[in-house]
């Protein structure tokens, strides 16, 4: 059922996706948090899964995240770890860890749009977007409990701007996850409304077995090097 569910939200919204790559968030500034409202986590496992599964790999790709901390600082001068501040449940902000794959002090350029042949991105940075190795350090964010392995990505105030107050409260009803519905349907190839249409999907339908369906999906695209820029 959710296989045949996930098939039919990818057709949903084909029409809404654009050809070129989306604003890249991190060059952006940060709007304020305006929805409160109870907390929803998802189904009743969901947080204790996130918290196994982020240990674990924590521990076991800790000889990954040495060897990726190491070219960066050998290659690049500046930080290993790009900080910013994010949207996540109910909207309060945190700050998402990501391994820096651009020029320090790129973030201060303004607006830009991200490709392939962005001059800000380094030469380690290709290689550990291509591959979405520069998502790993969020498994720090899900052991900390400010995200979760499937949800929403956790974007910037200025992101949601076509969305409903109501849309933005259904959204931020679940943490924010480090791949998701819309992650797996277009990813960088969606416009953000149809980014919007996915997330309230997945809030609709959060269930475990839908995350593993998005797990599977999100592993195979990570394989194939799919939907990066």
């Known amino acids: 059922m959710d296989e045949q569910r996930l098939s039919q939200s990818t057709n949903h919204s084909a029409t809404r996706r654009s050809g070129g790559p989306h604003f890249d968030p991190r ?6 948090a305006v929805v409160s409202q109870p907390v929803r986590t998802g189904y009743f496992c969901k947080r204790p899964c996130d918290l196994l599964l982020s240990g674990l790999a924590l521990v076991s790709l800790s ?30 902000p945190f700050t998402i860890l990501k391994f820096r794959s651009m020029r320090a002090g790129s973030d201060k350029t303004g607006a830009q749009f991200t490709s392939a042949n962005d001059n800000r991105i380094t030469g380690i940075g290709k290689l550990i ?19 979760s392995l499937i949800g929403p990505r ?34 960088s190839q969606l416009t953000q409304q149809a980014v919007i249409d996915f997330d309230l999907q997945y809030v609709a339908q959060c269930s475990f077995k839908f995350d593993v369906q998005i797990l599977i999906q999100t592993i195979r695209k990570v394989i194939r090097c799919e939907g990066t820029n």
């Open 27 to 32: 060059t952006m500034p940060q709007e304020s």
């Open 154 to 187: 956790p974007y910037i105030g200025f992101e949601l701007e076509q969305a409903t107050l109501e849309e933005r409260r259904k959204r931020a009803s679940v943490r924010p996850g480090v791949s998701g519905l819309a992650q797996v349907s277009g990813r």
């Open 63 to 92: 000889p990954v995240f040495l060897v990726i901390s190491l070219l960066i600082k050998l290659t690049s001068p500046g930080p290993v770890f790009f900080r910013q501040q994010r949207l996540g449940l109910n909207e309060q």
């Open 129 to 147: 977007r291509k591959t979405s190795l520069d998502e790993l350090p969020q498994l720090i964010n899900i052991f900390r409990g400010e995200m």
